[in-house]
């Protein structure tokens, strides 16, 4: 009678495979939440760092347009001046208004320089500003070369 009979698992067994593989689910779910956790904070990093990289060229690039460069200390800004336009770089603690483009990221002046003189209000043509809060020894150093049609146009000549 018992010549038919049908091979097969036993309970138990089959009890053992599902523990076995809900162990390793677990495991891999704990995996993949840790990987995404790392995703998400290179993003950010990534994002922090290409923000910081478009300020800093959009800065270069508005410092060597205009005419007037002026720090005003202060009131934590920069105000760029030629024949056509104005834009004024306000420094605040969270963020960066150009004009009316707010820039999220947190930084400072540190110094401002005219002809390699540091001064601390008025006509700048080189500036330094920190980064420390957004990334470790992160510093811009942006200048511009005063030609000589900026002297000629100076109050003196």
């Known amino acids: ?18 523990i076995i593989t809900a162990i390793v689910v677990g495991m891999a779910f704990s995996v ?6 790392q995703i998400h904070t290179i993003q950010k990093n990534f994002d922090k760092t290409s923000t910081l990289a478009l300020f800093e060229q959009r ?10 460069i002026k720090l ?5 800004n920069i105000r760029l001046e030629s024949e056509l336009d104005t834009i004024i770089y306000a ?15 947190k930084l400072s002046i540190t110094k401002g320089m005219f002809q390699s003189q540091q001064v601390k209000e008025g006509v700048i043509d080189a500036i330094q500003i920190s980064g420390e809060s957004e990334l470790p020894n992160y510093t811009i150093f942006v ?8 002297f000629m146009n100076q109050d003196g000549f």
Not at 32 to 37: A, R
Not at 59 to 68: G, I, K, R, T, V
Not at 72 to 76: L, R
Not at 143 to 150: F, I, W
């Open 91 to 105: 420094f605040s603690d969270d963020f960066i208004l150009r004009n009316t483009d707010t820039i999220k990221l």
């Open 1 to 18: 009678m018992l010549k038919n009979k049908i091979k097969s698992f036993t309970l138990s067994e089959m009890l053992v495979v599902m």
């Open 143 to 150: 200048s511009k070369k005063n030609d000589l049609t900026y």
């Open 72 to 76: 005003f200390q202060k009131q934590n």
């Open 32 to 37: 993949l939440k840790l990987v995404q956790k």
């Open 59 to 68: 800065l270069w690039l508005d410092f060597n347009e205009y005419n007037s």
